[in-house]
């Protein structure tokens, strides 16, 4: 059983910088794919950063140039550096996990979530 657990949200001004961290636990394996979503008051929820295992990355366009996402595969950690904030960035932020389990040879897709961590952006 694989636990998300985000960290880093808070209250920044506009311009400022925050860096997000998400730890999963419970897992002997490295998760295929990480990333983060995130969703705002009123607002559906929507994809802000992927990274494979290898390290290719996909961005929404609304944040290229402003966010990093970077993972440590060995520990199952990713991370979101995000600049130049903006107050549409406000958002509940997500950390997410999926890919395949192979246990005896069956596949077993998996898809985990965490909690989510609040970010604000105010002045």
């Known amino acids: 059983q694989v636990q998300l657990v985000e960290s880093g949200g808070g209250l920044v001004q506009p311009g400022g910088s925050l860096r997000l961290s998400c730890a999963a636990s419970?897992?002997?394996?490295?998760?295929?794919?990480m990333g983060w979503y995130r969703q705002a008051p009123g607002k559906q929820r929507e994809l802000v950063a992927t990274?494979?295992?290898?390290?290719?990355?996909n961005y929404a366009d609304s944040v290229k140039g402003r966010f990093t996402i970077s993972r440590d595969s060995a520990k199952n950690t990713v991370y979101l550096q995000m600049n130049s904030l903006k107050p549409e960035d406000t958002a509940v932020y997500y950390c997410?996990?999926?890919?395949?389990?192979?246990?005896?040879?069956?596949?077993?897709?998996?898809?985990?979530w965490g909690p989510g961590t609040q970010v604000t952006v105010s002045s």
């Open positions: 997410n996990g999926e890919g395949i389990d192979t246990p005896w040879g069956t596949p077993r897709p998996y898809d985990y």
């Open positions: 419970g897992s002997a394996f490295s998760i295929d794919l």
């Open positions: 990274i494979t295992i290898d390290g290719r990355t």
